[in-house]
């Protein structure tokens, strides 16, 4: 990037004051407006739409074959990718349905800002830099977005790669030497066609992304949520998915880590998606749970990996 285009404002301001000065050969103090001289520099249409689809183009390619794919961008899977990201040279994608990666994060409860975490789960937040209030038991953050965009932050800036408004329609599932199956990969399509398509258009076959381990963590049921868990259902994999049981908050959280686990070869889930095949119950609006389930599904994955 050029010295020009990071001028901060203090620098504008001066360069502006120069400009004005020699631009009317006369002396003027200070330019009343220093933006009245910014340009931006030259640019081509051509250049600008290659510069997102060939990064996008090789990034899919690159991504084809994953270490890691980790589906649902929320609490949960921003906390496992993050974590993930640690380790060097793992290549970790993850698939998010939504154009904005963070699910249920973004706010606390009923759409109130401020999101509460009940310790030790403070430690997190300790090590991505968020600041909370500290109420004895339980820490209270004062804005939930806090919280999620540093996660972002951290995971994308770590190198896990986002690929947003995608969603995770299917499974690769291959039979391995024993005759187990194993979960081998993910099949995606665009958002809008996964939502919308198919209804209204001829078949739209989707793409697909080959993981060695693919972390589940979409959230309980909803129009889109558990999505992996239901398809293991619909598949035989699993017996029975009898969803999330209803809300106690002293148990809920300490159910969903001790419960988070491979449920099949190849396939970890987490966060609430795991509650909707143990049957544990909810906790409402407590996020600590969410990031020690993602970390403890990191853990799961990078052992299955041999890390
Ligand atoms: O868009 C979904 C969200 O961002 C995404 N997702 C769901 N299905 C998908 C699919 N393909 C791609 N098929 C998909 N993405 O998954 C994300 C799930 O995030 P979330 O915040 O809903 O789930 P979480 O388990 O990370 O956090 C749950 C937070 C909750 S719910 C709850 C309660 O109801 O009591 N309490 C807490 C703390």
Known sequence: MSKKATMGLQQQRHRAGRIAATNHGKEVADASDPFDTHRFLPIKEHQVSRAMSRRYFDDLDVYAESDVVVVGAGSAGLTCAYELSKLPNLKVAMIEQNVAPGGGAWLGGQLMSAMVVRKPAHHFLNEIGVQYEDEGDYVV????????????????????????????????????????PRVAGVVTNWATVTLYGHETQSCMDPNVLESKVVVASTGHDGPLGASCVKRLRNLGLVENVPGMAALDMNAAEDAVVRTTSEVVDGLVVCGMEIAEVTGAPRMGPTFGAMFVSGQKAAYIAAKSLGR
């Open 141 to 180: 953050v004062p804005h939930a977005a806090m919280v999620t965009s540093a996660l972002i932050s951290k995971a994308l800036g770590n190198g896990v790669k986002l690929f947003n408004a995608t969603a995770v329609e299917d499974l690769v599932i291959r039979e391995q030497e024993s005759g187990k």
